[in-house]
C-alpha cells in the first residue's frame, strides 16, 4: 500500500504562484511514476505533470508547460509541483497519483491523494 497526501492549494490572483506538495507513505519503492492530475467541476481529470522515480524524467501537459515545474525530495518521499503564472483556467482539485507506469492517463495509477483545491481569481 501506498499512502498520499496533497496539500499547499488555496486561493491566489491570476499571475500568482503556488507550490504543491505530495507526501507518500508506505511501499513507497514499489511506485515508478509520480503524476498530478486535476479535476475542474463538470470536467473529467486530466493530466497535469508526472516524473519517473528511478530517473527523475519529468513530462508536462502542454497547458502547463514553461509555468509548472514538477520536481522531489528523495529524502522526504515527497513530490512538489510549483505552479507559477496561475490562470483562471488552472482552477480545479489537484490529485497527486503513484503508479507502475509513467503514464498520462488516471486509470494507470492506483493509488490517489485526496486532493488540494487551488482558485485561481481573475
Known amino acids: 500500500q501506498v499512502q498520499l497526501g496533497e496539500s499547499g492549494g488555496g486561493l491566489v490572483q491570476a499571475g500568482g504562484s503556488l507550490r504543491l506538495s505530495c507526501a507518500a507513505s508506505g511501499r513507497t519503492f514499489s511506485f515508478n511514476a509520480i503524476g498530478w492530475f486535476r479535476q475542474a467541476p463538470g470536467k473529467e481529470r486530466e493530466f497535469v505533470a508526472r516524473?519517473?522515480?528511478?530517473?527523475?524524467?519529468?513530462y508536462y501537459a502542454d497547458s502547463v508547460k514553461g509555468r509548472f515545474t514538477i520536481s522531489r525530495d528523495n529524502a522526504k518521499n515527497t513530490v512538489y509541483l510549483q505552479m507559477n503564472s496561475l490562470k483562471p483556467e488552472d482552477t480545479a482539485l489537484y490529485y497527486c497519483a503513484s503508479g507502475p507506469y509513467f503514464s498520462g492517463v488516471p486509470r494507470d495509477y492506483n493509488y490517489w491523494g485526496q486532493g488540494t483545491q487551488v482558485t485561481v481569481s481573475s
Open positions: 516524473l519517473k522515480w528511478t530517473t527523475g524524467i519529468t
